[in-house]
């Protein structure tokens, strides 16, 4: 039997029936162990994401287990533990054609534009699931998201003693904080939120800000970077007021990384642009070789997921599990769903 999350509309999740999925040549039969509900799930589920659309299996955070797989494959094989790439690409847009394929014109995304991983039984692409190298169940879910931030960390190239902002101090947040750390970064986390910041702090990172106004919040700026501004920001929000902040607490010819997913518009002076003379970069997915390098960073010790998962649902509590994350977003990072 195979039954799947589905979220049928708004703040409406059910769990339904489905044919098992029939593997084709090329395709790997995979058995779901542990999803993550990433805040683009949440977005969907409160109707505030700008890509999603009714009724749609979310999820693209995941581990699963091999059931099938073609057998001349090297690689891969029955019961080992993995994890995919969920962002599924064209390959003959321009993006794609130069190999940018993370940012596909018609990018679509498990769980978004195209139905998700929260299923008992999926099939995948062969070319899009990746060795586990070992590493459980609970930690291969905890690999994509960091990916995304590790995506955005690398758009900036960050160096050892610069400092870095990240503003939000949600899951991405708080994943680019610890991309940025790996590459020698001086982080900040700044969040509206106490409880997030209090957690924050328990990650070891630098030092916070309270950003609950422009005023005390610039004040907070110049007393940590002495007047100077931060050398990287990273927008991990998606509201206009958390770009206008990375744009004003960024220094002169700094970088500014934009991770968070925003559905308005802003009202934007955009002379602070050429007046800083500041290099902007979006970011969007991420590549293979951030999974694999990602993965090897686990596998070896020195990167550890496992501290920013909250609370573990089993997956006939999914409906509870979207409800709980919705009303105590600011006291949860990650949660999981156990699908077995």
Known sequence: MNQAILIRDIKTVEIIHK??????????LLKILY??????????????FAYFSYPRIPGHEF???ILEVDEQEP??????????NPYFNCGKCYACQRGHVNCCEDNQTM???REGAFAHYITMPRERVYDGRGLGA???PLIEPFCI???????SSIRPGDRVLVIGAGTIGILAAKAARMYGGQVTICDVSDTKLAMSRKLGFDSLISNRDEEGFMNQVAEITGGRGFDVTIEAVGLPSTFQNALDAVCFHGRVVVIGVAKAHIDLFFTIIQKKELSIYGSRNAMKEDFLYTIDQVKSGKLYLDDIVTKIYPFQDAAAAFADFDERQGEMLKVLIDFA
């Open 19 to 28: 044919e098992m999925p029939v593997r084709k040549p090329g395709e790997v």
């Open 35 to 48: 999803g993550g509900i990433c805040g683009s799930d949440l977005g969907s589920y409160r109707g505030s």
């Open 63 to 65: 581990s699963a287990e």
């Open 75 to 84: 690689e891969l094989k029955p019961g080992m533990l993995v994890t995919c």
């Open 111 to 113: 769980g978004v534009q």
């Open 138 to 140: 609970r930690t291969l």
């Open 149 to 155: 931030g590790l995506h955005g960390v690398k758009q």
